[in-house]
């Protein structure tokens, strides 16, 4: 594509509105978040179609094999191939289940496995991104606060680029899964009594003093990153959209991601419509949801977040001003479940051969309720964006199944008599 793409970007302000360029940073001046803008307008939309149908067909490991750097021109052009780190994240599959389109209530329903990234989380695709810009500023300390699946993302891009890693972790209510896959990857895991909230706080104030590149959602590359996930989904669907996109929310910078991501392909003339976009928290941490359903703008933090998916139990996510405009543009809408309705649609999706961590059940879970309200016409299709691995979450499984398995009486010996009673036809 050569110079269409000079790489410029700027850096917008969205308390104050101001546009800073040239210098990289997570905060404004006056305390705002940050998002990263460019202009796409001089791009073909049809010859990036071509361009990124051509790399689906290179090797696995490869830069632009991966489902991240594939998407480069609208990602991050700027950052030289030198610095770009890749596990061959992304390229997850796609896969139509009737099982949970019956369970939804609608006609068709896709699920994409971002299980399937290289860490088990979708968190793969925006750390992918983030850590290399990271790597083109010559950093090698990264860090993050985190639920789990980011900090185990973080270190291993951080070990595969041999760098190393910090993380900050709430002492409890965090799966020991993915502390220990964290850890096994080489991170300094630091736990404390505090929320994910207040180990971002921390590392907002102290991270540049101690030399530390934070890998956060406020990360805006991080959301560049992951916007590869709708722009996968697209590819998977010859550019065709379904009417919906669910997705659970917790710090909600995967709904800014999608948002982002659909404006630039729709922007681009690369989608044949916009799907409306379901935002689905968890009721015990859902003050998002709150201030939609109230129709306020005011935002108020819940300052106790509980919910079994504990990838989304965070009350105050920084990023919530990102939210809106994914919503706006798509005309989305939110919805908020409990945690028994989570674990009864994760049983469906387990059931149905692909699995997920609670977190990710809401979308179905969501999906549900909205049709049952009307919200979703039954004719509908519909997309859920599957977040994390089912083995990410064994005390889930464990509670959920482990009375399923069969137990022989003591001493009494296998035979086929025997086994003959438990096949299931
Ligand atoms: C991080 C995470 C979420 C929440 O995504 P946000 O971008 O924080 O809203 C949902 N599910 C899983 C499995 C996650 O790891
Ligand atoms: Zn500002």
Redesign the pocket.
Known sequence: MGNEIDGEYMLCCLECGAEIGGHWRIRCDCGGILELWRDFSGMDGERLQQLFEQRLYLERGTVYGSGVWRYKELIAPELPENALTTRGEGNTGLYLSQACAAYAGIRELRLKAQSENPSG???DNGMAAAVSHGLSLGKNVFACSS?G??SASLAMYAAWSGSSSLVIAPASNISPAKINQTTAYGAQVIRFDGTYDDGIAFLEKWGDALGLYVCN?LNPYRIEGQKSIVYELAQQLQWKMPDWIAI????????SALGKGLGDLWRLGMIDKLPRIALVQAEGASPFHRMVEQKGKTFVPEPNPRTRAS??N?GNPPSWRKAPAALELTQGVTAAVSDEEIMLAKRVIDRSGIGC?P??AATLAGLKMLRTDGTIDKDETAAAIL??HML?DADALEELYSGGIMHMPGGEPLSPEVVRRFILK
């Open positions: 989380s979708f968190k639920t699946n980011t959602s659970p929310g917790g710090a909600l910078s995967n709904v990838a989304m965070i961590e977190a990710s977040t994390g990410k």
